[in-house]
Every structure is written in C-alpha cells, then in structure tokens.
C-alpha cells in the first residue's frame, strides 16, 4: 500500500502569530479528520522552530528549500545539516521540498541543482518532496511529457532504489498553481501513471508502486476527492486552501 499524503505548502506566507493560531486551531479540530493520510505542512523556514515547539503537534513538519551545498561561504542558504540539526532531539522535521516550479523559475534551478539538493537531504536523513512539472507553453507544444521525464531522470534517477524509496515526488503542472485552473482528473492521472510507468522502467514494479506521487496546483476541497480517486494519484501538495485550517482539513478528508 503505498502512502497517502497531504502536504500544505505555505509558501511565504503567515507570520508567526498566525502560524500559531493555525496550530492551534488545527488542534482544536483534529477529531473531525476521518483520513489516515500523512499530514504535512511545510512553512517558512523561520517559523520551523515554532512549529516544532508547539505542544500536541503531531503533524510532519517539511522545509521548503534547502542549499545545494554542505556548508561554506552561501550567504543567506540553509544547509540540510542544519535542518536536521536544529531538529535532532524531536524528530518531527522529516521533509524539505525540492525543486517547486517557482524556485525553479524565480531562483533557476535547473534538475541537477535539484539533484544535489536531493542528494543533500538523503545524507542527511530528510525526505525530498520533489517536485515536477510542466508550462502551459510545453503542453500547448505537447513536450509536457519529455519535459517531466527529463525532470524525473535528471533529478532523480542517480539514487539506488533505497535512496529513491525515501522520496515523494509531485507532479505539479505550473499553468495549475495558484491560477484557480486544476489539471482535469484524466489530465493529472494521465501525467501520474507515465511518471510512475518510467519508475518502473528504471527501478521495477515493486519500487514505482512504493512511491507516492503527489498532485498539486489549484486542488480544493471541491475537487481533491475526484484527484485522489484517481489510481496513480497518492495524494496532495496544497498552497493556497492549506492557509485555512478548515479548507485543509477538507481536502485531508477527501480520501
Ligand atoms: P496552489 O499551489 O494549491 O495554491 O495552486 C500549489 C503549490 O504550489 O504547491
């Protein structure tokens, strides 16, 4: 059975006091989630140490970026080591995103900087989310699937089949993310089924089905159910309903 997920990525988004009034209004409501997912929330870096800290906050905790790099002159970049550093007695610091479509196009990172940052975080002990997907240009040009594979290969298909088990990928078209425009249910399960088929391809069947594949841009509580109906699709990578404790336990129910 591979593992259902729901991931909030908060982007730069909430300042302190509201990251704890979503903590602990999400406490006060977690009896009403009947969904066995993994939950995840992923917030600015800063607000880690307060996330961590909260009490009865039971819930993964992710970063969103992490450096290339092991350590040295990168001002302004935060290691792996010290993700995994400052959150080495709880343990409740599991994942850091690599390579969402807006690092890729704000900050150029290209498939081997993600590969080094994937590489970074399984020396380290942390699970990369990592993230694929096309433009609306490349799926007007029907290149949206060579450009994912290139993505998945390149950033991924130096790992052994142990490393690769450690990481969740999510396919995330861009013309989808935070437009209100969903990839259709046929759309995104089309793009899950060819990513995990090249898994299978490179690694064997028994690895592509151990693989959660996310699906991100736009999902709400009013079309999660039908993604996540889908075969291939594992689950969600949530921007902007994950701000709202309500919209987010919603799409969490949505199994
Ligand atoms: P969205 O963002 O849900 O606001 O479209 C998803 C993401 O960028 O991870």
Not at 15 to 26: G, K, P, R, S, Y
Not at 51 to 74: R, T
Request: net charge negative; hydrophobic share 40%.
């Amino acid at each position: 059975m591979r593992k259902k997920i729901v991931a909030g990525n908060w982007k730069m988004n909430l300042l302190d006091e509201e990251v704890i009034n979503f903590i602990v209004d999400f406490n006060s409501k977690k009896n009403s989630i009947e969904s066995e997912a993994e939950i995840i929330i992923l917030p600015a870096s800063i607000y880690l140490d307060t996330m961590i800290s909260m009490p009865d906050w039971d819930i993964k905790i992710g970063a969103q970026n992490c450096s290339q790099f092991n350590n040295g002159a990168y001002t302004g970049e935060i290691s792996a080591a010290m993700l995994r550093d400052f959150d080495y007695d709880s343990e409740n610091l599991h994942y850091c995103l690599v390579g969402h479509s807006e690092r890729r196009a704000y900050f150029n990172e290209t498939n081997f900087i993600c590969a080094d940052k994937v590489n970074r975080l399984l020396e380290n002990k942390l699970k990369p989310i990592y993230c694929c997907g096309e433009e609306l240009k490349d799926r007007e040009s029907e290149n949206h699937f060579s450009l994912v594979q290139a993505q998945i290969e390149e950033g991924l298909f130096h790992l052994s089949e142990d490393e690769l088990k450690q990481v969740v990928i999510a396919y995330e078209p861009v013309w989808a993310i935070g437009t209100g425009v969903t990839a259709s249910s046929e759309q995104a399960q089309e793009m899950h089924l060819f990513i995990r088929t090249l898994l299978d391809k490179r690694y064997g069947d028994e690895v592509a089905n151990s693989i959660s594949i996310l699906y991100g841009g736009s999902c709400k509580p009013d079309n999660a159910r039908e993604l996540f109906n889908q075969t291939d699709i594992d689950g969600g990578l949530i921007g902007g309903a994950s701000l709202k404790v309500d919209s987010f336990i919603q799409i969490i129910n949505s199994f």
